[in-house]
T-cell receptor, first 112, second 114 residues
């Protein structure tokens, strides 16, 4: 079992739909990242959070530390949101390094 | 300002040859990470540098892999005697510090071993 599990693996939506991508992890963490990878391969960090909720434009990320679960929501989805969304957890500060452990990613396709 | 840059963007090499991949982090970023993304697989951690501390090499898959960071800035990832399973996209990321700061990713180097 992977330390970081994402669901779903693939998601197809119609433009305007509300989208939720889930991430569960089994290890202690200091922070959780949501990353976006476009078809060209470039990776952009969307959020880094260690508690509560963050919002940026149409994107919302939440984390529940007790349940070891995070969600990424996209409101009013658009075809340009089509990408792979990756959940990554950062090892606790007291351990050596700040390595990220990644989920397998969720391929999102938003159709016009 | 300039982001993380990597070179070359693409590299095709023959099995058994050595390759060097370069990463230029964002100026002032003290933490630098190398990751690998194999075809159809997720990202995996390779190595991490923070300032003058000893690097965390725990993710390097074999002793054919090594990395250096000179002057606390540019980093080079070297793969000796490349194998076909080394084919992947190698990504570099940097952050201002190692704790509490976001990582900024470079565009990656796509390595193909024939």
């Amino acid at each position: 079992k992977n330390e970081v599990e994402q669901s779903p693996q693939n998601l197809t939506a119609q433009e305007g739909e509300f989208i939720t991508i889930n991430c569960s992890y089994s290890v202690g963490i200091s922070a959780l990242h949501w990353l976006q990878q476009h078809p060209g391969g470039g990776i952009v960090s969307l959020f880094m959070l260690s508690s509560g909720k963050k919002k940026h434009g149409r994107l919302i990320a939440t984390i529940n530390i007790q349940e070891k679960h995070s969600s990424l929501h996209i409101t009013a989805s658009h075809p340009r949101d089509s990408a792979v969304y990756i959940c990554a957890v950062r090892s606790p500060w007291e351990t050596s390094g700040s390595r990220l452990t990644f989920g397998e990613g969720t391929q999102l396709t938003v159709n016009p | 300002g300039a982001g993380v840059s990597q070179s070359p963007s693409n590299k095709v090499t023959e099995k058994g040859k050595d390759v060097e991949l370069r990463c230029d982090p964002i100026s002032g970023h003290t933490a630098l990470y190398w990751y690998r993304q194999s075809l159809g697989q997720g990202l995996e951690f390779l190595i991490y540098f923070q300032g003058n501390s000893a690097p965390d090499k725990s993710g390097l898959p074999s002793d054919r892999f090594s990395a250096e960071r000179t002057g606390g800035s540019v980093s080079t990832l070297t793969i000796q005697r490349t194998q076909q399973e080394d084919s992947a996209v190698y990504l570099c990321a940097s952050s201002y510090r190692d704790r509490g700061y976001e990582q900024y990713f470079g565009p990656g180097t796509r390595l193909t071993v024939t």
